[in-house]
């Protein structure tokens, strides 16, 4: 399965509302919460090109925030995504 990471902060509830969606699909995912990591939230934006949380990556790609990841899952983008990142890892 191609690795899922969500930058999130706790107190952030599209936070909480990707990472629920991610479980109802009984994805597993890394949480890195960046809500008092400045550090890893220099990261995020780095790698993102954004400052709002939630931040996922698929892989090595950044699908975007909550809307972006919902978006996805209802149009069934997110599978594709992930078995093309999952392809490029073999």
């Avoid at 919460?33 to 698929?58: C, H, K, W, Y």
Wanted: proline letters at 2%; aromatic letters at 8%; charged letters at 35%.
């Amino acid at each position: 399965m191609a690795h899922i990471e969500i930058y999130t902060k706790d107190w952030c509830p599209f936070c909480h509302r990707a990472k629920a969606l991610l479980r109802s699909e009984d994805l597993s995912f890394e949480e890195i919460d960046v809500t008092i990591d400045t550090e890893r939230e220099r990261e995020m934006a780095l790698r993102s090109g954004r400052r709002s949380v939630p931040q996922v990556f698929i892989g090595t790609r950044h699908v975007g925030g909550f809307d972006d990841l919902s978006a996805l899952h209802d149009n069934g983008e997110l599978y594709r995504i992930i078995e093309t990142e999952q392809r490029e890892l073999a």
